[in-house]
């Protein structure tokens, strides 16, 4: 039977003093860092102070997801009621005791977490219960799925995670470099077969990316791009169609500039045999690697600029060089193949049709075997409807508690050392629960674990004070039709300054079981932005918080005209017309989408052991998973952390 307590121990909260300090916990939204009061009060003043609601989320879409796209109100009020005190010492919290005690709790259900409770469901005993708690309505993170429905075709997007790397025949299973990736797919049963709906209805020979972001850089080559390069004198739209196939002669800029453009990206897959390349990288940003060292002018930093801030948050100016070697950036000298984040650079880049919630959905099947209709079969997992009821019911090995957002860990008893468990407290509408656990892991992000979890010790919280955190929003448009775009024979396109992001595309559907989408001008169709927040020359924390500043500050409705201005600027002379085509638009904001790796992030600084390596030393029966521990996040990578997380606990019983 639950109990009601009141929490009010000396120091047991998050104190308003720690929340100016820091970022808000759970939600992303801009409570800003004070340590330069100037800009950083000038961005609170724009932040959300009152909470937010159903006028600044907007619209959802249909199906599952439709009450979760990014961080929903739910979420960001929590918070903001973290931040304005409401779980502070000095007042009376009532607290409802649930009698209710595990083997392992996990605080997160985005890929970390589920990695986390995919090991523990392949080893633990049936006693062994598992709680999963998730504060947002559905799991998944940023690997969730927008849905729209427009004249009788459903259109599916990816809310955020979106595009991976596999091999294209059976040997390439047998590579000993295989990814983490390659390796679940198999684990999990997801055939690498994978297929596309045919591109018809027109006579011009336009190349779709199978994903959102891929063609600013990895299928640049593989993709009909059209570069926005502004009006000429008379007012028309300026282009540069597949610059890449023409050398980038094409693209504006001096004759050096586009000589300097070419030979960088001609330094693509390579990567240099010295051993401790890696760690020179990392003392030095990719600008610096680009212009110091390579001699190259800013005019590649720019280009670069774009990839960068779409793949991972913030340009070159900030980013370690090595960071951006991890994700296949040029790099000169050497004769192996470049092998990124997702895969070698020979791998086919694919992307589900709702993003990495392909991945996602098979892990859920396979820990909760209910929690999707039908059978563990392709088709089922990917186009089935989540039964919510089934996630939390007490016969599961793992449970999974939605709209749950955990404001306070410690260990049970005088100390880590000597603890036998741990309590969570956790906010579910309006109330406050307290539970127990023999261990648990935090598959989330360091703006959250460095004031959730109580007592930290200084080390780990130094350590996570050595990671920024980029905002980023996802914005999928649903249109009529494309023929803007097929009239002028592109699927992707690339702007560097403008009222709205820098990049939108059309992706080639993949055709999964029932669900068999068509790709023809005639018919409705997704425009995906990725939108980054960045400002070069400005500091990473700064630029982070701005950022915040701005996609939380921002309403659905001004969005909205910005993206409808955006598209008119581009596509108005092929006809695009906003009112007409325009079917509906869903706005995914996260507001700590990337942790941005600093020059050091990797191999530490002065001889210290990078601030990853701290934190995975854990805190008594505590362990922290997260992608953000990888510096260069993808799910493959985030399923590991959270693995390694439980085999790193199975010392506690």
């Given at each position: 039977m639950a109990k009601k307590t009141s929490l009010s ?201 199978k994903d959102s972001y891929g063609f600013q850089y ?436």
């Amino acid at each position: 039977m639950a109990k009601k307590t009141s929490l009010s121990h000396k120091g047991s909260l998050i104190t308003r003093r720690d929340f100016v300090n820091t970022t808000l916990l759970g939600s992303g939204a801009a409570l800003l860092n004070m340590q330069a009061p100037a800009f950083a009060q000038s961005y609170r003043a724009r932040s959300l102070s009152s909470g937010v609601g159903s006028n600044w989320y907007g619209f959802g879409g249909v199906g599952d997801y439709a009450s979760s796209h990014g961080n929903n109100p739910e979420v960001v009020n929590t918070g903001h009621n973290m931040r304005d005190g409401k779980y502070e010492d000095n007042n009376s919290i009532e607290i409802i005791d649930l009698d209710e005690t595990y083997d392992l709790i996990i605080v997160g259900a985005g890929m970390a977490g589920l990695g986390a409770a995919y090991e523990h469901s392949k080893t633990a005993k049936l006693d062994q219960k598992c709680l999963m708690l998730e504060n947002h309505p559905v799991f998944g993170g940023v690997a969730k799925r927008n849905e729209f429905e427009v004249e009788g075709h459903l259109l599916i997007g990816p809310q955020g995670a979106n595009g991976f790397s596999a091999p294209s025949n059976e040997e390439g299973l047998r590579n000993p470099n295989v990814t983490s990736d390659v390796r679940y797919m198999v684990e999990l049963g997801i055939s690498m077969d994978f297929t596309y709906a045919e591109l018809k209805n027109t006579n011009k020979d336009i190349r779709l990316a199978k994903d959102s972001y891929g063609f600013q850089y990895w299928q640049e080559s593989i993709t009909s791009v059209g570069y926005y390069l502004g009006k000429n004198n008379q007012g028309n739209a300026k282009w540069a169609f597949d610059p890449i196939d023409k050398d980038y002669s094409n693209m504006d800029g001096s004759k050096q500039d586009k000589l300097d453009l070419s030979n960088w990206r001609n330094f693509n897959f390579e990567t240099p045999d010295q051993p401790e390349f890696d760690k020179w990288l990392d003392t030095i940003t990719y600008k610096q690697y680009i212009e110091d060292h390579l001699g190259f002018s800013k005019y590649v930093t720019r280009h670069a600029d774009l990839i960068l801030a779409g793949s991972v948050g913030l340009g070159s100016d900030t980013l370690s060089a090595n960071c951006a070697r991890g994700l296949g950036m040029p790099i000169k000298g050497g004769k192996t193949v470049q092998q990124s984040t997702s895969g070698p650079s020979d791998w086919v880049r694919h992307s589900f049709p709702g993003g990495n919630d392909g991945f996602l959905r098979h892990f859920i099947k396979k820990i909760i075997p209910n929690s999707f209709k039908g059978s563990y079969n392709y088709n089922d997992i990917m186009n089935e409807k989540i039964q919510f009821s089934e996630l939390d019911k007490t016969t599961n090995l793992v449970r999974m508690r939605l709209r749950s957002t955990v404001v306070k860990v410690e260990h049970e008893g005088e100390s880590s050392k000597k603890s036998t468990g741990v309590i969570v407290t956790y906010a579910r509408n309006n109330k406050t629960y307290r539970v127990k656990t023999k261990k648990l892991v935090m598959a989330t992000a360091g703006w959250v674990n460095k004031y959730v979890v109580k007592g930290l010790p200084e080390k780990i919280y130094s350590a996570y004070d050595q990671f920024n955190h980029a905002p980023f929003l996802v914005a999928n448009v649903a249109v009529k039709n494309w023929h803007f775009m097929e009239k002028l024979g592109i699927s992707s396109c690339v702007w560097r300054d403008g009222i709205f992001g820098n990049s939108c595309n059309i992706r080639l559907p993949m055709t999964v079981g029932n669900y068999q989408p068509e790709i023809d001008p005639d018919k409705p169709a997704l425009v995906t932005f990725y939108v980054p927040f960045y400002y070069p020359g400005l500091d990473m924390a700064e630029q982070g918080m701005r950022g915040r500043a701005e996609l939380f500050s921002t309403s659905y409705a001004d969005y909205e005209k910005k993206i409808r201005a955006q598209m008119q600027e581009l596509f108005g002379e092929t006809g695009f017309d906003a009112d007409k085509d325009i079917s509906g638009i869903i706005l995914n904001r996260w507001g700590h989408a990337y942790v941005t790796p600093q020059p050091g992030f990797f191999f530490g600084v002065e001889g210290k052991p990078a601030p990853s390596d701290i934190i995975r030393e854990g805190f008594g029966r505590i362990a922290f998973a997260h992608s953000e521990l990888q510096g260069m996040q993808h799910w493959g990578p985030a399923a590991d952390e959270g693995k390694r997380a439980v085999r790193q606990l199975s010392i506690y019983s």
